[in-house]
């Protein structure tokens, strides 16, 4: 099994391959990707690491002045019909835009630093000449993955409370998820907004999976509140209706600056890998703060602009599991929610954990991010069982998405109820973790 696994995902890997970056899927997400481009990475360092660091470099080659990573960056060869929103609805300033190709104005989960130590882990597998590949990538990465921070540190940090805030659901990666739902009620809906312009998602999947029309309108208005203001950041909390601090974003980020101390301690960088590792705990403490709820015993999203938390349980609510700085309460927490009938750890389901509470009125099995199961959140909580220690647990979660995978193909997402494959059919992230996973 694991052979044939293996070949069809390396061939995922080579047909989503664009030259200078990969793509997530060819029909329905023809530009790169930010955070894709990190899992893809992970993977690509097992069977081509000088592409996983050429990926890399096109998206921080795109990265803005002020740090931000942009969440798409555009493939010029691509027709703006081919994505929507695409380049010309983002209008990014011209300062911001890397020549010849645009990017849109909004960022995603920070997760290169922690792909690019991974690759370097894996490059004396390859050989010296690759270690030296890995150690150059590292002088050039280093400064620019620490830009990156600093911008989600301090201009994104709109609660003044340490954490990043999103201030649009695509920043987070699980575009339409119930965690955002309280605080998207809040954003106006402006269906006339529909009128102008075009879902080419719709023309390439299945409408049930996707996000609604009115999600869209909300995100159509969101890009056009923030990039009313040319996407500046200063007073932006009061300017603009959704700003959220979402676990899973923050745990990522407080994950980057562990894997950023290991990259700073490679470069000879003693001082600086002391301050990333003081930073990962201060973001730790804030998430613990802010992000925990004592009565349901686990983490969910705040609405910044009027302090509440989300009700809802959702699978970015486990992802502070990567923190190995996570208190002992918070750990128990975590493994309760993810083993009760919630979650399901696969010792009672068979499959990984689904991106929503099952138990939920609302849990819906094929609608993208609210119930359908996802490698890449899989992946990393298994990273956090294996960070705090539980290794049969990873075990058995890793054993499932392989079984997931071989049986269904590299899909975009899997019914959380029968396991068949949802959305792209030759999805890369799918793929790459899939080879993580093999190795
Ligand atoms: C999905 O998001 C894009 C918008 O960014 C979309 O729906 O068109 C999400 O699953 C996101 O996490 C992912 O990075 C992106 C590309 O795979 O697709």
Request: proline content about 11%.
């Given at each position: 099994m694991s052979a044939e696994l293996w070949n069809s995902a390396a061939r995922v890997l080579e047909t989503n391959w664009q030259g200078d970056h990969m793509v997530p899927?060819?029909?329905?997400?023809?530009h790169q990707w930010s955070w894709d481009a990190a899992f893809i990475a992970v993977g690509l360092a097992y069977v081509n690491p000088t592409r996983a660091w050429r990926d890399l470099r096109s998206l921080f080659e795109?990265?803005?002045?002020?740090?931000r990573v942009p969440h798409i960056v555009f493939d010029?060869?691509?027709?703006?019909?081919?994505?929507?929103?695409g380049p010309a609805f983002w209008s990014v300033p011209a300062y911001a835009s890397r020549p010849r190709h645009g990017s849109t104005g909004i960022v995603q989960p920070p997760l290169h630093a922690v792909a690019a130590y991974e690759v370097y882990r894996r490059a004396a597998a390859h050989g010296a000449a690759c270690v030296q590949q890995a150690y150059g990538e590292l002088e050039w990465l280093y400064p620019r993955l620490v830009a990156q921070q600093t911008y989600l540190t301090t201009r994104r940090d709109l609660g003044g409370n340490g954490l990043a805030s999103i201030v649009h659901p695509w920043e987070s990666g699980?575009?339409?998820?119930?965690?955002w739902d309280a605080a998207m009620?809040?954003?106006?809906?402006?269906?006339?907004?529909?009128?102008?312009?075009?879902?080419r998602d719709l023309d390439v999947s299945d409408a049930s999976h996707r996000p609604t029309d009115r999600d869209y309108a909300r995100y159509v208005g969101l890009v056009l509140s923030y990039r009313?203001?040319?996407?500046?950041?200063?007073?932006l909390l009061q300017r603009h209706a959704f700003a959220v601090e979402c676990p899973s974003y923050n745990s990522i980020l407080g994950a980057a600056e562990l894997s950023l101390a290991q990259i700073a301690a490679v470069l000879g960088l003693t001082a600086e890998a002391d301050a990333h590792r003081d930073r990962a705990q201060r973001i730790t403490q804030a998430i613990v703060k802010r992000l925990w709820n004592p009565e349901t015993g686990t983490f969910h999203a705040r609405?910044?602009?009027?302090?509440t938390l989300s009700p809802a349980h959702c699978?970015?609510?486990?992802?502070?599991?990567?923190?190995?700085?996570?208190?002992a309460e918070q750990v128990a927490g975590i493994l309760a929610e993810a083993r009760?009938?919630?979650?399901?750890?696969?010792?009672?389901?068979?499959?990984p954990v689904p991106s929503?509470?099952?138990?939920?009125?609302?849990?819906?099995?094929?609608?993208y991010w609210r119930g359908p199961v996802w490698i890449n959140v899989n992946w990393l909580l298994r990273r956090g069982l294996l960070v705090h220690g539980r290794r049969d647990e990873a075990e058995d979660l890793r054993a499932a998405m392989v079984r997931l995978v071989h049986r269904?193909?590299?899909?975009?997402?899997?019914?959380?109820?029968?396991?068949e494959g949802l959305g792209a059919p030759t999805f890369s992230w799918t793929a790459a973790l899939a080879l993580d996973l093999l190795a």
């Open positions: 899927s060819r029909r329905l997400y023809p795109a990265q803005w002045p002020d740090g010029p060869a691509t027709a703006e019909a081919d994505y929507f929103p699980l575009d339409n998820s119930p965690a009620a809040n954003v106006p809906a402006d269906m006339s907004l529909l009128t102008t312009f075009r879902r009313a203001e040319d996407y500046s950041d200063t007073g609405d910044v602009r009027t302090g699978v970015s609510g486990l992802m502070p599991l990567m923190l190995p700085g996570l208190p009760s009938e919630r979650f399901g750890l696969p010792d009672e389901t068979g499959l929503y509470d099952r138990t939920a009125p609302d849990f819906d099995t094929q609608r269904n193909g590299h899909f975009e997402y899997f019914h959380p109820k029968n396991g």
